[in-house]
C-alpha cells in the first residue's frame, strides 16, 4: 500500500471517513484541521500498555495540533470497559470543561474504542469523536459501525448506544509493536471476514502466510503491505454492512459468526481469561461445527478455518482448565472441578443474554460454506452442546 486509502461509510446517522496509510499518524494535526474545523480541545482516551509505548508519539501529535489536551488512561484489559469507569471519565472531562465541539480521539484496541465511544455518545448528548486504531481487532473491525459499549456483571457489551464516529484513522505500522496474543486477536476476526464474505481474504492470508518461516510469522505478516490490503478489505466490508444495515437488525448481524459462541464463552470464563480474539475464534469452529450436525455445511468446511488457523498460531481446541479457573476465581465453590458437560451447558446457558436472541427465539449465523453464510434460528440444544464440547480438550 503505497497511498492513502480512503473509504466514504455512509449511515443515516452520518457519513465519515476511514484513513488507511502506513506514517499516517504523523499527519494527524493537518487531517484533524481539515477534517473537524472548529474544535477547541482534544481529550484522548488509551490504556496504561499504549502509553507506555507510545507517549512520546502521542504528546508529539497532540502538541503540533496547538490545542489544549488531556489524556484519560484506563488500565489495560476487558474487565475495565465497565459504568464506573465511564463515570471517571464523565467526571473528568467536566474538569476539563469539555464541550460538544471539542474532539474525543480513542487511541488503542477494542476495549478504549468501545468504552471511548461510549462517553463520547452521552456526554453532552454527543461530541465528536475520531477513533484511532492501534490493534488489529480495532482497525479491522470495532473501531468501524458506530458500536459503543460497557460490559455489566460479565456480560459483555450489556449496555450501549449507536454512534458513528466522525473520523477514523488507520495506521498499520501499529501492528508492528503488538504481541502475538494481541495479532493473533485480531486474526479471528480478519478470518470471519473471509469465512462470511469470502472476498479472497482466506487465500491472500494464506498467501501471506505462507510466505515466512514460523519464527517471526505474525509478526512478519502484520508488516508486510500485502497485509495492508488485507486490512483495507476487511474494513471495506465491514462498511458495507453497516451500511446496509446500521443498527444490527438483519444484514450486519452476519459479522456476528463466531460470536454467539464466542461472548458466551467470555462470560463462562471471566471476560479475562480469554480476549475477544481467542473466544471469537473458538466459537467460529463451534458454529462450522453446529453447522456440520445441522446437515447445513459439508464435513469438510471445518478445516478450511482449522487449516488457517494452524498457519497462524491459532489454537483449535478451548483448554477445560480456563472454566475451572473461572469458577475457582469467583470463590463460590471452592475448588470444584468442572467437566466438559457442564462447561458446555453452561455456555449455552450464557447465550441467553446475546442481543440477537428473544424469549421465543434463538438466531444463530452459521455457514453452508465459506462465503455462504445463513441464518438459523432456535436450533437444538443438544447440537449446540455437542459443538461447543467438540472443541474444549481436558477432563
Given at each position: 500500500m503505497d497511498k492513502l486509502r480512503v473509504i466514504n461509510a455512509k449511515t443515516s446517522n452520518r457519513d465519515y471517513k476511514i484513513l488507511i496509510n502506513p506514517g499516517l499518524c504523523a499527519q494527524v494535526p493537518e487531517i484533524l484541521e481539515d477534517t473537524l474545523r472548529g474544535f477547541e480541545k482534544i481529550y484522548l482516551i488509551t490504556d496504561i500498555t499504549i502509553l507506555s509505548i507510545y507517549k512520546d508519539t502521542i504528546n508529539e501529535f497532540l502538541e503540533k495540533c496547538g490545542k489544549p489536551y488531556r489524556i484519560f488512561t484506563l488500565k489495560?484489559?476487558?474487565?475495565?470497559?465497565?459504568?464506573?469507569?465511564?463515570?471517571?471519565?464523565?467526571?473528568?472531562?467536566?474538569?476539563?470543561?469539555?464541550?460538544?465541539?471539542?474532539?474525543?480521539?480513542?487511541?488503542g484496541g477494542g476495549v478504549v474504542g468501545d468504552i471511548a465511544a461510549f462517553a463520547a455518545s452521552t456526554f453532552h448528548r454527543g461530541i465528536k469523536l475520531l477513533q484511532f486504531p492501534t490493534t488489529l481487532v480495532a482497525q479491522v473491525d470495532s473501531s468501524i459501525g458506530g458500536k459503543t459499549a460497557v460490559n455489566i456483571n460479565n456480560v459483555?457489551?450489556?449496555?450501549?448506544?449507536?454512534y458513528q464516529p466522525h473520523l477514523i484513522i488507520i495506521d498499520p505500522l501499529f501492528l508492528n509493536t503488538l504481541p502475538e496474543r494481541e495479532i493473533i486477536n485480531g486474526m479471528a476476526e480478519v478470518i470471519k471476514y473471509g469465512a462470511v464474505f469470502n472476498k479472497n481474504?482466506?487465500?491472500d492470508l494464506k498467501k501471506v502466510a505462507v510466505s515466512f518461516k514460523s519464527g517471526s510469522l505474525l509478526k512478519s505478516i502484520v508488516s508486510d503491505i500485502r497485509f495492508y490490503e488485507i486490512i483495507y478489505k476487511c474494513c471495506r466490508l465491514k462498511a458495507?454492512?453497516?451500511?446496509?444495515?446500521?443498527?444490527d437488525t438483519g444484514f450486519r448481524n452476519l459479522l456476528n459468526f463466531g460470536h454467539t459462541f464466542g461472548h458466551a464463552l467470555e462470560k463462562e470464563t471471566g471476560l479475562d481469561l480469554l480476549n475477544h480474539g481467542q473466544a471469537v475464534a473458538y466459537g467460529m469452529l463451534m458454529a462450522a461445527d453446529a453447522s456440520i450436525m445441522l446437515n447445513i455445511a459439508k464435513a469438510g468446511l471445518k478445516k478450511k478455518l482449522t487449516d488457517i488457523y494452524m498457519l497462524l498460531?491459532?489454537?483449535?481446541?478451548?483448554?477445560?482448565?480456563?472454566?475451572?479457573?473461572?469458577?475457582?476465581?469467583?470463590?463460590?465453590?471452592?475448588?470444584?472441578?468442572?467437566s466438559r458437560d457442564l462447561a458446555a451447558a453452561g455456555t449455552v446457558q450464557s447465550m441467553s443474554f446475546d442481543k440477537k436472541f428473544s424469549s421465543k427465539s434463538n438466531k444463530f449465523i452459521l455457514l453452508r460454506d465459506t462465503g455462504r453464510p445463513v441464518f438459523v434460528y432456535n436450533p437444538d440444544r443438544d447440537i449446540l452442546i455437542e459443538a461447543i464440547k467438540?472443541?474444549?480438550t481436558g477432563e
Open positions: 489495560q484489559g476487558e474487565e475495565q470497559k465497565n459504568i464506573d469507569n465511564v463515570k471517571k471519565i464523565y467526571e473528568d472531562m467536566l474538569d476539563f470543561n469539555l464541550h460538544r465541539n471539542d474532539i474525543v480521539i480513542a487511541f459483555k457489551n450489556a449496555a450501549g448506544t449507536f481474504i482466506l487465500p458495507m454492512a453497516v451500511k446496509k444495515d446500521e443498527y498460531k491459532i489454537p483449535e481446541k478451548l483448554p477445560l482448565n480456563v472454566f475451572c479457573q473461572s469458577i475457582n476465581k469467583t470463590g463460590n465453590n471452592g475448588n470444584k472441578q468442572i467438540n472443541n474444549i
